[in-house]
């Protein structure tokens, strides 16, 4: 996992560049998220950082109706719905984690999350407009090759996850 596609570093003078490939249905991402979601925030408020989740389908299921690939696809549909609901969809659906303990969501839960930040996201989600983009993410992503999630980088350096990430990462993004 020494680097995977566009995870360079930073533009001269600009925000450095966080790339995260998770997976909905992974309690380590779900723990990331928790842990890290104000900071990756408060970096993109503060123009420190651009974020870039990679929401990769690895574990799919026929015991959790593929819940990977169907909640990848409905945060994509927020997406295109309401781009600024994007991060707090992801963050959402990893908060339920705990909840469904890797049983996933129904559509209908994630359809009502979505609306709950004001995206409709019903049509989107019924159609699977975004199963092949999904798909498409999840196969690049083995090509690469990412072996789990989350994988992390940050400037086109690997998280090793042997330090926590706000410890490793804060002198890279804040210089």
């Given at each position: 996992a020494d680097s995977a596609p566009s995870t360079q570093p930073r533009a001269e003078g600009g925000?450095?560049?966080?790339?995260?490939?998770?997976?909905?249905?992974?309690v380590h991402c779900?723990?990331?998220?928790?842990?890290?979601?104000?900071?990756?925030?408060?970096?993109?408020?503060?123009?420190?950082?651009?974020?870039?989740?990679?929401?990769?389908?690895f574990l799919s299921a026929p015991n959790n109706q593929n819940?990977?690939?169907?909640?990848a696809n409905a945060a994509y549909c927020v997406a295109e719905q309401a781009p600024e609901q994007y991060d707090p969809f992801?963050?959402?659906?990893?908060?339920?984690?705990?909840?469904?303990g890797g049983k996933g969501l129904s559509d209908d839960e994630l359809a009502q999350r979505a609306e709950a930040l004001g995206a409709d996201v019903s049509d989107c989600m019924e159609q699977d407009t975004y199963r092949?983009?999904?798909?498409?993410?999840t196969q690049k992503a083995k090509a690469a090759p990412i072996q789990?999630?989350?994988?992390?980088?940050?400037?086109?350096?690997?998280?090793?996850?042997?330090?926590?990430?706000?410890?490793?990462?804060?002198?890279?993004?804040e210089g």
């Open positions: 925000p450095a560049h966080v790339v995260v490939y998770a997976d909905f249905n992974c779900a723990a990331f998220e928790q842990e890290n979601a104000a900071l990756l925030e408060g970096w993109l408020a503060d123009g420190k950082a651009t974020v870039e989740y990679r929401i990769v389908d819940f990977s690939a169907r909640a992801v963050t959402d659906v990893f908060g339920a984690y705990e909840g469904h092949p983009a999904v798909a498409y993410t789990g999630t989350p994988t992390v980088y940050v400037d086109g350096q690997w998280w090793s996850g042997e330090q926590a990430f706000q410890d490793w990462a804060s002198p890279i993004v």
